[in-house]
């Protein structure tokens, strides 16, 4: 089974400043009082109209983390941090990746690689139990692909 989703994921008060921002932003209620919202198609196309302007090139694991998509998550990770994440898994192999904005600025990444996100997610808070790790914690294996895909 494979797993493909862009996401952010926070605190609950954090991603709510974020989706009230969006009309295009659905929150998704997950434990430890955090919440996700899927980058869909609708949500970056809204983002990038609102942030049109030159994108700056930086190298980076993130394919759709441009510069409008940072420039929307700079301005809602000031009442606590948000972590930005994109997977792509197929048959037990792919990628992961995500990058971490705390205080209206990037505080961690991009990172990219086995654990990155159990990383990320550790940072905002998100605890785990003996045998599961922080991706397992929030449930987001039951996420396997974005609306629509």
Request: hydrophobic residues 40%; charged residues 25%; proline residues 5%.
């Given at each position: 089974?494979?797993?493909?989703?862009?996401?952010?994921?926070?605190?609950?008060?954090?991603?709510?400043?974020?989706?009230?921002?969006?009309?295009?932003?659905?929150?998704?209620?997950?434990?430890?009082?955090?919440?996700?919202?899927?980058l869909t198609d609708a949500l970056f196309d809204g983002i990038t109209e609102l942030f049109?302007?030159?994108?700056?090139?930086?190298?980076?694991?993130?394919?759709?983390?441009?510069?409008?998509?940072?420039?929307?998550?700079?301005?809602?990770?000031?009442?606590?941090?948000?972590?930005?994440?994109?997977?792509?898994?197929?048959?037990?192999?792919?990628?992961?990746?995500?990058?971490?904005?705390e205080r209206g600025q990037v505080a961690l990444g991009p990172l990219e690689g086995a654990?990155?996100?159990?990383?990320?997610?550790?940072?905002?808070?998100?605890w785990r139990r003996p045998g599961e790790d922080e991706f397992d914690a929030l449930g987001?294996?039951?996420?396997?692909?974005?609306?629509?895909?």
């Amino acid at each position: 089974m494979g797993h493909q989703i862009q996401a952010i994921i926070g605190k609950r008060e954090a991603i709510q400043v974020f989706a009230d921002c969006w009309a295009q932003a659905e929150i998704i209620d997950l434990p430890q009082d955090c919440g996700m919202v899927f980058l869909t198609d609708a949500l970056f196309d809204g983002i990038t109209e609102l942030f049109d302007g030159p994108d700056r090139e930086e190298a980076s694991p993130l394919v759709l983390f441009t510069s409008a998509i940072r420039r929307a998550l700079e301005e809602a990770a000031r009442p606590g941090p948000l972590v930005y994440i994109e997977t792509d898994y197929a048959g037990g192999y792919g990628t992961q990746a995500g990058i971490l904005l705390e205080r209206g600025q990037v505080a961690l990444g991009p990172l990219e690689g086995a654990g990155t996100i159990d990383r990320l997610l550790e940072t905002i808070g998100v605890w785990r139990r003996p045998g599961e790790d922080e991706f397992d914690a929030l449930g987001l294996g039951r996420y396997r692909h974005m609306p629509g895909g």
